[in-house]
């Protein structure tokens, strides 16, 4: 439950008393916020007392009388300084002026409120500088997340690369040290594995940018009418020697053209990834499915492959970034951990989903839907 706490400066026993009890039986409920709100209100009657507990609490919201004994409400203000900052405060005046308004501005105040005013109108004022105190709460939240992703961001990035940066580091000293001899053809077999490793650090910068891109937005999106026929025969003409490799048979079943309003790069996407898991995830010797299927406005992508498979744990732990399923048939097949993370994004885009069934040692399914505008 949200709450706002509250100091209600007045000399006047009544008023701050008709102030904390107006407020400790309002209950707010504002657009987009789920718990309903409530305040917690501490009263005070001259600015000296108002001090020592703004010094001492944390206040949300300070309503404060303009003309005090002793010190007024403008000097209180000043003398509280940077602490005001972070607290909203709602001049209350029976001098009701432009002066006094302008005066209660310039020294921070965030309303002006001219006695006598009714429980209803405190209840307007205090309503407005609520909904700042939940923003303001809402952003310094979402800046601690954003912290906190960024930081785990690097985390999971660094160690992607550490390892494949260890291994060349390691084939690169003993080139230098000539460790296997003289023969340079001995040396093949590490520059081999230096290769597949920068393809590894390729490919995960590749996604990550991708990735960025895309949930970022500033990517520039050309949506136009495409054959996504054509876009997965230009897939498996890429991805037909990974699959050669490993003799893996893909088979393409759907109409001879298929026509659909989408981003052609965001369409290479999707099936480039979801063509070359079924095919890195295979066994060899075996087999992969792809259907495509439209009705309406609505396009169904299904690869069906006959590969390692996951079990039903290792499922849930799918679609996010960085998320890559480590077995013992899967300890030698690279990748970013990021390619299925990118096709849920680029199908949330399209109002669409992805998910997958699997059987371990029997393969797996993905289906991912996408509706045109």
């Known amino acids: 439950m949200n709450e706002i706490n509250v100091l209600a400066v007045d000399d006047e026993f009544g008023m701050r008393t008709g102030i904390a009890r107006t407020l400790s039986h309002f209950k707010l409920q504002l657009p987009d916020v789920e718990d309903v709100i409530n305040f917690n209100v501490e009263i005070a009657e001259s600015a000296e007392e108002a001090y020592e507990k703004i010094t001492a609490n944390q206040y949300d919201l ?50 002006f409120l001219a006695k006598p005013f009714t429980p209803a109108e405190l209840r307007k004022s205090v309503t407005k500088a609520a909904q700042n105190v939940i923003l303001a709460r809402q952003l310094k939240k979402l800046s601690e997340e954003r912290k906190q992703i960024r930081f785990q961001f690097i985390s999971v990035l660094g160690h992607e690369l550490k390892a494949p940066l260890s291994s060349i580091d390691g084939y690169l000293y003993m080139l230098k040290d000539r460790s296997a001899g003289e023969n340079i053809a001995d040396y093949e077999q590490m520059v081999d594995r230096m290769i597949i490793r920068t393809d590894q650090m390729r490919k995960l910068i590749y996604d990550l940018l991708e990735m960025t891109k895309i949930e970022s937005g500033q990517r520039q999106r050309e949506l136009k009418t495409i054959d996504i026929v054509l876009i997965i025969k230009n897939s498996l003409d890429v991805l037909k020697n990974d699959a050669e490799k490993k003799n893996v048979t893909l088979n393409l079943n759907c109409e001879p053209s298929i026509e659909f309003e989408a981003d052609n790069l965001e369409m290479e996407i999707i099936l480039n990834n979801l063509i070359s898991n079924s095919i890195k995830y295979n066994r060899d010797n075996g087999q992969v499915d792809i259907y495509i299927n439209k009705e309406d406005n609505k396009l169904t992508i299904q690869v069906k492959d006959t590969g390692i498979g996951m079990s039903a744990e290792e499922i849930t732990k799918l679609f996010k970034e960085f998320v890559r399923i480590k077995n013992p048939k899967t300890k030698d097949i690279l990748g970013s951990g990021l390619g299925l993370s990118t096709v849920k994004k680029i199908a949330e885009l399209y109002n669409g989903t992805c998910s997958v069934q699997s059987q371990p040692d029997i393969g797996s399914t993905f289906t991912v839907t996408m509706f045109e505008k």
């Open 62 to 111: 300070l309503l404060l009388d303009y003309k005090l004994p002793g010190m007024s409400g403008l000097e209180l203000l000043e003398k509280v300084g940077s602490k005001s900052e972070s607290m909203l405060t709602i001049m209350i005046t029976a001098f009701a002026s432009l002066e006094t308004a302008v005066s209660a501005v310039k020294s921070g105040a965030f309303d």
